[in-house]
Each structure stands twice: as structure tokens, then as C-alpha cells.
């Protein structure tokens, strides 16, 4: 399922309970998605870095293994637009389950 | 060339320097991962490189993004530049002064005009009260916040228009110049929109508020 309207608040939910690196963050939507939701990892960063640029996450470099890996950590902003976010969702998808008949 | 760096090089094009540094670290940091985890599923080693390259999706299509979100050379440029011009003008403070009290005497000189039946020349005189006042003068006050900066940005058109219209009275040769200089401050008006959509505010310089 193509998930790139929705991947900044999947990003952000995967943020929710601490800061994570790239890779981890990819791997906790398709896992906790029981790989319905499929991306391109390549698109994970672009996605990423528009969310720092709105102040919604913030990163900072760490060594970990003896590589350099960037960590993403949502911010006060960012949660709240995950709240907002999660709102708008749930109204939307009542809404499509009503109009298709499975409510 | 690997297969890594080709889709590097292709996710990287047109980026600046340091955006593509960035990416590179990124991108190879997330293939690392990959890769590992893949070899230790039993993948052989070519396997695991083709199924991390494979995760990453399409070069293209991640350079698309890429351009959307971080700085090109381009705008890394004008960036340079204009940190360098707020650079020139907070260390002269006189500078400061000298736009204020400028439109003002230019302010004062086409009212005089005006008042002494001159008014082609206090039309030109307020037109370029307007000019300049809008470009040099209004920027000495503080309004360096993203909510006044905007107000800025949006009521410059207009007034820069109607200063140029002014200086031209009934004439309409200022047309094909006023398109011109429309042009050129709207492409760099154009580039600096776009820096500021990727940049944090907090990172944004003086100069971009404008």
C-alpha cells in the first residue's frame, strides 16, 4: 500500500516513545504495520528532513559501533501535530467506513 | 563505482555540498543496517547488497524529494550572499541611520516640492521615497519575526509597482524596465521562499526575513 501522504505522521508515531535512528524508524512502520504499509526507504529521509525544517523533530549525530548515525527525536511541536494528526484520521476513516457500507 | 555510490550519485544531484554529505552518511549508515540484517538471515553477501539497494527504491524519484526538502547549490549560494549582506549591514550601524534619516530628507524634499508647485518632481521625489524607503529604510526597523517579515514580503510588490508607475507618470515606456526588475527581484524573491520552506526558522539569516 503506497503510504507517502501519510508517512510524516507514521514517522512521528514511530518517534512517539524516544528518538531513533533512520533505519529502526523504517523498520518499526513496516513491523507494526505487519507489512501491509510498503515505502521506499530513500523516500524515509526526505520525509524526515521537511519534518525537522517544520520543527517537529530535531536530530543530532551520535556514534554508535564506531559509525556515525543521526538520531530523530520528536518535539513538543511535533507531538501535538501527531495528536491533530491522529484526530483528523480517525474522523476520515469513519468516514470512508460509512460511505462503504462496513460500519 | 559501486551500485551504492551510482544511486547515491544520482539521489545527490543538484544538492549542495554539505546537503549531499548529509545524504551520503545517511543513506549509507541505512544500507549498512540493511545489509547487516540481511547477512544475518542468511543472505550472501551479494543477496544482502541487493536487497538493502533494493529497499532504498528509485535514485530519481528520492532526488525529486530530496530537492523539495534540502538545499541545492544554488540556494546554498544565495544564502552565502545574503548572510553576507546582513553580515555588511549589522556592522555599520551608521548605515542604519543614514537609510532612516535618507527618506526621510526625501520625504521632507518631495512634500516641499510639492508644496512649491513642482509636482513632476515631487512625484519623482515620493516615488522614490517609496523605492528606497521599501528597500533600504523599512528593514532598519524590527521586523525580524516571521508573522512581520511576511506582512514585509507581501506589501513589497505593490509598493515597489506603484513607486516605479509614480516615477513614470503617464508614460508607459516603464513597462518593459519595470517587467524586467520584476524579473530578477522575483527569481531572487523565488530562491529565498524556497530556502525558507527547508530551513528552521530559528536557523533562517536576517536578510531572509526580507
Not at chain 1, 524508524?25 to 510498503?38: H, N, P, T
Not at chain 2, 551479494?46 to 524519484?61: E, K, S
Not at chain 2, 522575483?186 to 536578510?207: E, F, H, N, Y
Given at each position: ?103 | ?167 513614470n507618470g503617464r508614460s508607459f515606456d516603464w513597462l518593459a524596465s519595470a517587467l524586467i526588475a520584476l524579473a ?27
Open positions: 500500500m503506497n503510504i507517502k501522504g501519510t508517512l510524516p505522521t507514521l514517522i512521528l508515531k514511530a518517534l512517539e516513545h524516544g528518538p531513533s535512528h533512520g533505519y529502526r524508524i523504517a523498520q518499526r512502520i513496516k513491523d507494526r504495520s505487519e507489512g501491509v504499509l510498503q515505502f521506499k526507504e530513500g523516500t524515509l529521509y526526505p520525509a524526515l528532513h521537511k519534518l525537522e525544517a517544520e520543527g517537529l523533530v530535531t536530530s543530532k549525530e551520535a556514534i554508535e559501533n564506531g559509525r556515525p548515525r543521526r538520531y530523530y527525536e520528536i518535539t513538543k511541536a511535533g507531538k501535538a501535530s501527531l495528536t491533530r494528526d491522529r484526530a483528523e484520521w480517525r474522523q476520515v476513516s469513519r468516514a470512508v467506513t460509512m460511505i462503504l457500507g462496513e460500519a | 563505482m559501486t551500485d551504492l555510490q551510482i544511486w547515491l550519485k544520482r539521489a545527490t544531484r543538484g544538492l549542495c555540498s554539505d546537503a549531499a554529505t548529509q545524504v551520503r552518511r545517511e543513506i549509507e549508515d541505512h544500507y549498512m543496517a540493511a545489509r547487516d540484517v540481511a547477512l544475518k538471515q542468511g543472505a550472501t553477501p551479494a543477496q544482502a547488497d541487493q536487497q538493502a539497494l533494493a529497499a532504498l527504491g528509485d535514485a530519481t524519484a528520492a532526488n525529486d524529494d530530496y530537492l523539495c526538502v534540502l538545499l541545492t547549490k544554488e540556494e546554498a549560494k544565495m544564502l552565502r550572499d545574503v548572510k553576507r549582506d546582513g553580515q555588511f549591514f549589522r556592522c555599520r550601524p551608521a548605515l542604519v541611520h543614514a537609510f532612516r534619516l535618507g527618506a526621510c530628507m526625501l520625504l521632507g524634499t518631495a512634500t516641499a516640492a510639492y508644496a512649491m508647485d513642482a509636482p513632476n518632481l515631487a512625484r519623482i521625489l515620493f516615488a522614490a521615497t517609496l523605492g528606497l524607503g521599501m528597500i533600504f529604510t523599512v528593514p532598519t526597523f524590527p521586523i525580524y519575526t516571521q508573522a512581520r517579515s511576511r506582512v514585509y514580503r507581501y506589501a513589497k510588490w505593490p509598493v515597489m509597482l506603484t513607486a516605479m508607475g509614480l516615477a530578477i527581484f522575483g527569481w531572487t524573491d523565488w530562491v529565498c521562499a524556497s530556502i525558507r520552506q527547508k530551513l528552521p526558522a530559528d536557523q533562517w539569516p536576517m536578510m531572509l526575513y526580507l
